[in-house]
Each structure stands twice: as C-alpha cells, then as structure tokens.
C-alpha cells in the first residue's frame, strides 16, 4: 500500500496534481480543499495517498493530511453508494472540519447540498459515520475562549469553531466553511479561532 508521495509539484489543477519522483510523472486525484493548499509549481509537496487498484487502473488519490486521507477511506469503505469520485466531491465542498460536524449534527441540508449528492446518500453518510465521528467544542466556548487558548488546540479544532462561530451568526455552513478556509490560508495553519473569525468577518 501507497501511504504517501512526495516529490516535485509540476502540474496541479483543483482535482489533479502532477508530482514527479525519480523521474517519473505520478497523477494523484485531489479533492478542492487539498488543492488549496498545495505550494507553488516547482517546489517540493508531500500527500497522503490511497491507491485503488482494478484490473484495468492504478488510481491515485491524495490528501494534505493523514485525517483527510482517512476520512476519505470511511467514506468508500462505509458508506454504500459512495464511490471515490462521490467522495472527493463531498471533500472538495467541505473541509474536513465542517463535513465531521455536519455528520455528527445530522445536518442533512449541508451534506445534500454537495454536487452530485442527494438526500439519501447525505443520510446515509450521517447513519453510517456519525458513530466514527467525534466532535468537540461549541459556539459558546469558541466565542469566549481566549487567543492562547485557541491557539493550544489542533488547527483542525479551532477551524471547526470558527465556521461554528459564524454558524452561530447566522453563516449557512458551507459559506462559513468556505470563509474559514481562505482565511485559514491567508493567515497561515497557526491562526487563532478568534482569527480566524475576525478575517473570515472582513475586520
């Protein structure tokens, strides 16, 4: 099994990147919101892979982190109907963060607001993984907690606040989902939630 690759970013698009290892040119499948992340063509990457194999491919899928990597197999693995173009789709709408608190929420509008996705399939990703997802923290504790205290938790935990932060204001997640990550990216992965709050809000 692939674990990961790392090599040279020659080619990258929303979905696809080109890294090049020992003269050779690997094509991995993204989701969007690793894309996002990845560095300036020319320069040294590193994703976290899985491989399909079939009788007629060898697909390579790839992700920022080992997390995302793995949600990405629950996903095909768990859920029925949900194929690895399915799920890069659902990954590619919401980040990591935000699509484990919908599932956990049972936010059912959020999750069939994906491309592709229907009703069915976002309930059936909330009946098979809510019980594989574990979700902590709440708007309150975000909007009073403190910048050292936020910037103690895992940038995994203080996006999550803060796109629950701005759901508590009012933001429809995938919008609040969606400004948090750019502004996780203007400011970098040690931003603080109230940070990340106050960019996402334009302040």
Request: glycine share 8%; charged share 20%; with cysteine.
């Amino acid at each position: 099994m692939i674990t990961s690759i790392q090599g040279l970013l020659t080619a990258a698009t929303p979905l696809h990147a080109i890294i090049e290892l020992n003269g050779l040119g690997y094509e991995v499948n993204i989701p969007v919101t690793t894309a996002e992340k990845l560095p300036a063509t020319g320069s040294t990457v590193k994703l976290h892979t899985h491989v399909i194999y079939r009788e007629d491919a060898q697909t390579l899928y790839g992700f920022a982190t080992p997390a995302e990597r793995d949600f990405f197999r629950l996903m095909i693995e768990h859920v029925s109907g949900v194929g690895p173009k399915s799920a890069l789709t659902i990954m590619s709408k919401l980040s990591l963060p935000s699509l484990q608190s919908a599932i956990s929420s049972g936010d059912i509008a959020t999750l069939s607001k994906c491309p592709g996705i229907g009703k069915k399939t976002a309930e059936r990703l909330v009946i098979e993984l809510r019980a594989k997802v574990g979700i902590t923290g709440s708007a309150e504790t975000v909007l009073s907690a403190s910048d050292t205290d936020s910037a103690a938790v895992p940038a995994d935990t203080r996006m999550r606040d803060a796109v629950m932060a701005l759901g508590a204001l009012g933001y429809k997640t995938a919008d609040a989902d969606e400004a948090i990550r750019r502004a996780t990216l203007a400011l970098g992965p040690k931003a603080t939630t109230e940070q990340l709050i106050k960019k996402a809000l334009g302040s």
